[in-house]
């Protein structure tokens, strides 16, 4: 994997509905340069599925944020904030692989 592909990215659990990507970035945003945040929709209702990611430019940023955050209040709710798990890694988690 080349360094350019490198993301440092949180997955936020426990969202409120009402949390939106805008008022996510603004929460995530103290610890450092978010690049994106992203809420996590039903495909068939639209509604939030009560998880989402942040993106952050560096890693450090990235752990600060999860430091911070993690158990915090957010919109009325506890969230849960750690560092995300690629695709390709739960794919093969998923797949029944032992890691």
């Given at each position: 994997?080349?360094?350019?592909?490198?993301?440092?990215?949180?997955?936020?659990?426990?969202?409120a509905w009402a949390t939106t990507?805008?008022?996510l970035e603004q929460a995530f945003s103290q610890y450092g340069d978010v690049i994106e945040s992203k809420i996590i929709n039903d495909r068939e209702t639209g509604r939030s599925r009560g998880?989402?990611?942040?993106?952050?430019?560096?890693?450090?940023?990235?752990?600060d944020a999860i430091?911070?955050?993690n158990g915090q209040d957010l919109?009325?709710?506890?969230?849960?904030?750690?560092?995300?798990?690629?695709?390709a890694a739960m794919?093969?988690?998923a797949g029944g692989a032992r890691v």
């Open positions: 994997m080349a360094a350019a592909d490198v993301e440092f990215r949180c997955f936020v659990g426990g969202l990507d805008q008022s998880f989402g990611f942040v993106t952050f430019k560096d890693e450090q940023a990235m752990r430091e911070g955050m919109d009325g709710r506890n969230i849960t904030v750690n560092e995300a798990q690629s695709r794919m093969v988690v």
